[in-house]
């Protein structure tokens, strides 16, 4: 029997509809100002699709050594951040979901307590300076290489795990190093492949770390210089001033097509990670 459309469904619908339409309409719009003609854009005419097709300033984005380097060093840091990251949060989630490990419930308590209090900004900051990570690219990716909740999730799932193959482990020889590499790992691609969507997510936005810790330009991330472009609404690159022959319409086009470039990435990766980010977020949810 069909099920029959109510008028709650209808508000519903509706209300969804708006929600997915505010979500996608910006994205929409900067690719139409971005390939859209200067002519077009400066008369307002541009609102879904491009008009005067022209990609002249995704060429001036991609051809600017400023905006190059900083995408560099952003793939640097999300690729040496995410695996640090990942090793890291699921060796210390493997140990403390031990209840046989000596101190356990205290080294859980300590980790509970770091998610409602820090040192603050400026403690912070001293120590990572005084470890001499200031101006380096260890500076971007230590003082954030674990998340809390990140490794509490991973914890949940590495203790619901069958008892039954760390045994099975410990029959063949294997210590606890082997188990966790060997048997933990392999059967954690849900896991794993979530809470790294998770950290390369955040390290590719990462902008806070890189105004505290970084002074040379030459290692400022994307989102560094997206800012000061969108701010500035131009770049380093002196094509930037020649493409339609209209600076501030060019400013704002380049503003738009940085943003597409910057965000690309992620929305790249994203598809081949959901089946495993899918399971992955309801793995987290089952035990508490």
């Known amino acids: 029997m069909q099920k029959r459309i109510t008028g709650f469904d209808i508000v519903l619908f509706v209300l969804l509809g708006g929600v997915v339409f505010a979500t ?52 640097i840091y999300v690729v040496v951040g995410t695996t640090l990251s990942l090793l890291i949060t699921a060796a210390g989630a493997f140990a403390i979901s031990k209840k046989e490990m000596l101190f356990q419930r205290g080294f859980m308590i300590l980790i509970v307590i770091t998610m409602f209090f820090s040192g603050g900004m400026i403690p912070t900051f001293l120590v990572v300076k005084s470890y001499g990570l200031v101006d380096t690219i260890w500076g971007m990716i230590l003082p954030t290489v674990v998340s809390t909740w990140n490794l509490i999730i991973m914890r949940t799932f590495f203790a619901g795990l069958p008892k039954e193959v760390e045994e099975a482990g410990k029959i063949d020889g294997l210590n606890d190093i082997g188990i966790f590499f060997r048997l933990a790992l392999p059967l954690s691609k849900a896991i794993l492949a979530t809470i790294g969507l998770f950290y390369a997510v955040s390290m590719w936005n990462n902008f806070f770390s890189a105004m505290l810790y970084l002074r040379d330009s030459n290692l400022f ?27 501030i319409l060019v400013g704002e086009s380049l503003k738009f097509a940085t943003i597409i470039v910057s965000t690309l990435p992620i929305l790249v990766v994203y598809p081949f990670l959901q089946k495993y980010f899918a399971k992955g977020a309801m793995i987290g949810s089952i035990k508490g």
Do not use: C
């Not at 472009?229 to 493409?243: D, K, R």
């Open 221 to 247: 991330p994307l989102q560094v210089v997206l800012r000061s472009i969108v701010l500035q609404g131009t770049s380093n690159a002196s094509e930037a001033t020649n493409v339609g022959g209209d600076t």
């Open 24 to 75: 996608l309409y910006p994205f929409v719009y900067m690719i139409a100002v971005s390939l859209s003609s200067d002519v077009h854009v400066l008369k307002g005419e541009v609102y879904f699709w491009p008009k005067g097709l022209n990609f002249d300033v995704y060429r001036v984005v991609l051809q600017d050594p400023l905006i190059v380097r900083a995408y560099m060093n952003t793939i």
